[in-house]
T-cell receptor, first 115, second 113 residues
Framework: GAGVSQSPSNKVTEKGKDVELRCDPI?????LYWYRQSLGQGLEFLIY????????KSGLPSDRFSAERTGGSVSTLTIQRTQQEDSAVYLCASDAGPASSYGYTFGSGTRLTVV | QKEVEQDPGPLSVPEGAIVSLNCTYS??????FMWYRQYSRKGPELLMYTYSSGNKEDGRFTAQVDKSSKYISLFIRDSQPSDSATYLC?????????????FGKGTLLTVNP
């Protein structure tokens, strides 16, 4: 596609429920990133996928968070048993990997509110 | 101490003013430095990147890096109301693939007509 597409754009969920956030990267981009942006905070790295390599999950804040990337394209970030502190904007970005010119392309994010 | 410190503002200037935005960092291993602009309810978009100390200019924007002081700046000349946004500095340990950027919290800028 022309840009990075994220869905839903907004999600309100009850505490304790599971949520799935979807990211559709730019076609042909091999690298995909998830970041979290909380109110008053900078972007916080969550996870990185590069081609068929094992993902870098070092930024996931707890085992309630997981992500997968199917077929090297679409990615889903899953948050289980959501807590109020999970409320944030979840941003996905992609780039063409090691051969790319510099600069991620971000999606517009999913605004998650846990009530 | 956070790895990257950025004054959150808010910063309000009149149209045509020169704007200076700054970040300091503590990790001397950072090699690549970027500035992103983020409009409300949008994702960040890359404005400038540099990997060496000194200045880099692109139109009305100038990015400055001082690795010895661990200090980076973004200058906006002849600021316009359309420049009103949050500006985020970011940096990484390596180049090529962008990989795991460390961001400042962002500075909210308003340019008044």
């Amino acid at each position: 596609g022309a840009g990075v597409s994220q869905s839903p754009s907004n999600k309100v969920t009850e505490k304790g429920k599971d949520v799935e956030l979807r990211c559709d990267p730019i076609s042909g981009h091999t690298a995909l990133y998830w970041y979290r942006q909380s109110l008053g905070q900078g972007l916080e790295f969550l996870i990185y996928f590069q081609g068929n390599s094992a993902p870098d999950k070092s930024g996931l804040p707890s085992d309630r968070f997981s992500a997968e990337r199917t077929g090297g394209s679409v990615s889903t970030l899953t948050i289980q048993r959501t807590q109020q502190e999970d409320s944030a904007v979840y941003l996905c970005a992609s780039d063409a990997g090691p051969a790319s010119s510099y600069g991620y392309t971000f999606g517009s994010g999913t605004r998650l509110t846990v009530v | 101490q956070k790895e990257v410190e950025q004054d959150p503002g808010p910063l309000s200037v009149p149209e045509g003013a020169i704007v200076s935005l700054n970040c300091t960092y503590s990790n001397s291993a950072f090699q690549y430095f970027m500035w992103y602009r983020q409009y409300s309810r949008k994702g960040p978009e890359l404005l400038m990147y540099t990997y060496s100390s000194g200045n880099k200019e692109d139109g009305r924007f100038t990015a400055q890096v001082d690795k010895s002081s661990k200090y980076i700046s973004l200058f906006i000349r002849d600021s316009q109301p359309s420049d009103s946004a949050t500006y985020l500095c970011a940096m990484s340990l390596s180049g090529g693939s962008n990989y795991k950027l460390t961001f400042g919290k962002g500075t909210l800028l308003t340019v008044n007509p």
